[in-house]
């Protein structure tokens, strides 16, 4: 077992892949040189060389245009966009490029190209540095959207997303980048990358979520636990697909379901989980499914983004309306 952070942990996973197969490139805005703004693919320009670790200019649809092209050739493009908020000039061609090829050309066409993405807020950034915008990629059929909580699952989901034949958006939690664990980075038997993981065992209710929250729900299920309250916390993991399977199983035990998401919560993605958990688990709930999630406005300035953000206390809070009913 090694001790890495999750930016780490997710280098070592590239670096992996990059040393199993020569096609595997890395692209983006400073990730040769510089390694990267937060230091994710440091020394690996240096160690594969240009042609395969490659900044890229300013041009987030560029980017993604070019990892395409490189994809149909036989490469397996691993893209990064600098922040979440500089996606949506290249949304264009994710959603209607990336997303859409393998149908239209009827199973002809692979496009294994990644698309890291760091994601959520409560690093103090600017506007346009602490979005959330898994749901405008769930919503979009073709692509696999994956979020990583932890260095161990970082280091191996995104090789089991290079691996992946199909289209990945890879969100990393930028928050947690300097969080440690320990990760085996001998073994290769990972669960499969599109489950969901319990990582905290409980019996009154089921918290949800994923990236940055996973953590904020275990810190909450210890919490409660002082008031003699069960809380089992699901890392999601995959949120396209999502493990439904996993999540009835808990919720029919416990009766109560809470969706976390640092994402606001009107048309966030909890709005989906919150649909497919009354679909399937109505006769088995105690109280409605509820959500914790941001306010419906722009990510505000950083001296007021631990308003925004869901804290412990909200988590507890909502615990606190589940058990009222």
């Not at 979440?84 to 949304?91: N, Q, R, S």
């Not at 709005?271 to 109280?287: D, K, M, N, Q």
């Not at 959500?291 to 988590?315: F, I, N, Q, W």
């Amino acid at each position: 077992m090694t001790t890495l952070t999750l930016a780490r942990a997710l280098n070592e996973g590239m670096r992996k892949a990059m040393e199993d197969d020569p096609k595997v490139l890395v692209m983006g805005e400073d990730v040769g040189k510089l390694g990267g703004v937060f230091r994710v693919t440091d020394g690996l320009q240096k160690d594969f060389g240009e042609q395969r670790v490659i900044d890229t200019p300013l041009a987030e649809s560029g980017i993604v245009g070019t990892a395409i092209g490189l994809a149909l050739r036989g490469y397996r493009p691993v893209c990064e966009i600098q922040f979440d908020g500089f996606v949506f000039p290249a949304a264009d061609q994710i959603i209607t490029q990336l997303a859409k090829m393998p149908l239209r050309s009827l199973g002809k066409l692979r496009l294994p190209v990644v698309v890291r993405i760091p994601c959520g807020g409560g690093i103090g950034a600017v506007e346009h540095h602490s979005e959330s915008p898994e749901a405008y990629f769930t919503h979009t059929a073709g692509l696999r959207v994956v979020a990583c909580s932890n260095p161990a699952d970082a280091y191996a989901m995104i090789q089991q997303a290079i691996r992946c034949d199909d289209p990945v958006v890879f969100f990393e939690p930028k928050r947690r980048y300097w969080e440690k664990a320990e990760v085996d980075v001998d073994s290769g038997d990972w669960p499969p990358f599109d489950q969901a993981r319990v990582v905290r065992p409980g019996a009154d209710v089921t918290l949800l979520a994923y990236g940055p929250m996973v953590k904020t729900c275990l810190e909450a299920a210890k919490a409660a636990e002082e008031d003699g309250r069960s809380l089992e916390v699901i890392d999601l993991r995959s949120l396209n697909p999502l493990d439904v399977p996993r999540i009835v199983e808990s919720v029919r035990r416990t009766g109560r379901c809470i969706v976390v998401h640092e994402a606001p919560v009107y048309s966030g993605f909890g709005a989906e989980i919150a649909a497919r958990v009354t679909e399937e688990c109505f006769y088995h709930l105690e109280s409605p499914v509820l959500r914790v999630g941001g306010p419906s406005t722009p990510y505000p300035p950083s001296r007021l983004e631990d308003h925004y953000l869901p804290d412990l206390d909200r988590v507890l809070y909502a615990v606190d309306r589940a058990f009222a009913f």
